[in-house]
């Protein structure tokens, strides 16, 4: 499987769309602003505009072959009415999985968002830094509720590969996601035998060690991103955060991550991987020989990828609005605002503004010296609260704010800004994509 993560579509993402901290809590807000109706017509315009038919025959013209669709379980269950799955719900999810299939591309349907949040950060639609997932039976029963009427659906689709059926999961007691992996597999099981089962382990999709013997027809799916291509990367080669990351190291991480799968015998997997880019020439070529020397890794042991991700505002796709869409004009201030203050954890240094988190992070470290909280340590525990939900979660309304009083055409046009046709490609993404 060669592919694309299909992420800030009906899983949306603040640094994929531009607004600011988690999808649930932005929708509330461009409601409130600009009214039910208006609200309406924007998401669904959005939501049509950004992945067609045109999105579907340019992967194949890539010669991709798989699309992993991240899902926000909100399009199919609402909190104040558990349990009943809203039918309308899986129209996008019906309209891309025919599209893509039309054209020989086959999809993996990603749950990325669960009722409870199965991770601490924004990506599984976490308004807090608590994944109560893990804590509440009652989140977990809808879980498995909403595999049951997913698995129902496409039991029979040869179209859809399988199912991922959480991502990234965080289980920090690290005693409650095995279980619940199997009871959620054998509950899939017995509505549909057929699909293959993706599995990503704890802790972001890097620990494995909760399962024995391998199920059947299942891929133990691992994320592999490599430090230097993120946020606060270093020069590649060199140092990020003080640890030496050359090609050598990249390929000890993802035999590292890729373990059990190799000891298995089991398909290996990339589910995510990809470095961010940053308008530097020098930074972005050094972040294009982190992604070569990776996918020449997964030749070698002929490991699957799905690379994150496809389309988002310039950061990371490979195909991206236009800067001088109607999108990207307009919130261009507002963007530059969160990068400004790091409000957005994914590319960020996670630093904004220094002379104030700094102290911060420096009290934090002198005070509880020994503090080392899960899942990755003292710094990314208080970007996470300081930045990413302290400083984003006003920005919240600031975002809305800019559509209020925008006409019917307006908002369809800064929606249309997604389109294919109004996109560009990242043309050196799609050269080393397309070696495969």
Known sequence: MRGVCLG???????????????????????????????????????LTSFFGEADAAFLAEVGLNSVRIALNYRHLEDDMRPFEVTEDGFRHLDRAIAALGAHGITSVIDLH??????????????????????????????????????????KDDVRVAGYNLMNEPADESRA????????????????????TLFVDGNTYSTEFDMFTEPWENTVYTCHDYVAAG????????GHTDGVWIDRDA?????????????STGTPIYVGEFGPI????????????????????????????WSIWMYKDIGRQGLVSAAPDSPYRRHFADFVAKKDRLGADQWGSRGEGVRE??????????REFPGFDPYPWGRFDWVRTLLL??????????????????????????LADSFAFENCTVRETLREQLAKG
């Open 8 to 46: 800030g579509w009906l899983n949306m993402e603040n640094f994929i769309t531009g607004y600011a901290a988690n999808e649930s809590m932005m929708r509330a807000a461009v409601r409130k602003a600009i009214g039910d109706d208006r609200y309406e017509l924007f998401f669904e315009r959005l």
């Open 113 to 154: 968002a669960l009722p409870g949040s199965q991770n601490q950060h924004w990506h599984s639609d976490n308004s807090t830094h608590r994944a109560l997932l893990w804590e509440h039976r009652h989140f977990q029963d809808r879980v498995v509720h909403l595999w049951e009427a997913i698995a129902d659906r496409y």
């Open 176 to 195: 409650v996601v095995g279980p619940f992996y199997e009871r959620l597999a054998a509950a899939i099981r017995a509505v549909d035998p057929h699909h």
């Open 230 to 237: 993120l946020g606060r990367g270093g020069p590649y080669p």
């Open 250 to 262: 990249v390929e000890r991480k993802f035999l590292q991550r890729s373990e059990y799968a190799r």
């Open 277 to 304: 880019y940053t308008g530097d020439p020098a930074v972005d070529e050094q972040r294009r020989q982190i992604l070569a020397d990776q996918l020449d890794i997964y030749r070698e042991y002929d490991a699957g």
């Open 356 to 365: 104030v988190t700094q102290p911060v992070q420096d009290l934090v470290e």
């Open 388 to 413: 990413n939900i302290t400083f984003a979660q006003p920005l919240v309304d600031e975002y809305a704010d800019l559509l209020r009083g925008l006409d019917e055409s307006e908002l369809c046009a």
